[in-house]
């Protein structure tokens, strides 16, 4: 089982920058699909980016350019750094683990609540 924490979240004005973690315990190893996804209110929850345990990333059209994912093994965390944040980018961000070769489980954080202001 896998457990994820998220952290990062908050206010910022337009054109700002926050950056999202998503710590695993017990590890980062076993997970195959390491991305974030949104869900702003009375919307569905989308992909916003993920990375990939061989490194291969993927972005959603409308944060390309504007949003990196990354991660480091070593502290078993994956990140999310938004740069020129738009309000339409408020939403609860989630992290989520997805185990697909291992066991076929997934698991979602508890959600961080961006938002930014105009």
């Known amino acids: 089982q896998v457990q994820l924490v998220e952290s990062g979240g908050g206010l910022v004005q337009a054109g700002g920058s926050l950056r999202l973690s998503c710590r695993a315990s017990p590890s980062i190893f076993s997970i195959d699909f390491m991305s974030w996804y949104r869900q702003a209110s009375g919307k569905q929850r989308e992909l916003v980016a993920l990375?990939?345990?061989?490194?291969?990333?993927h972005y959603a059209d409308s944060v390309k350019g504007r949003f990196t994912v990354s991660r480091d093994n070593a502290k078993n965390t994956w990140y999310l750094q938004m740069n020129s944040l738009k309000p339409e980018d408020t939403a609860l961000y989630f992290c989520n683990a997805d185990r697909t070769r291992v066991d076929g489980t997934n698991y979602w954080g508890q959600g961080t609540q961006v938002t930014v202001s105009s």
């Open positions: 990375v990939t345990a061989g490194g291969n990333t």
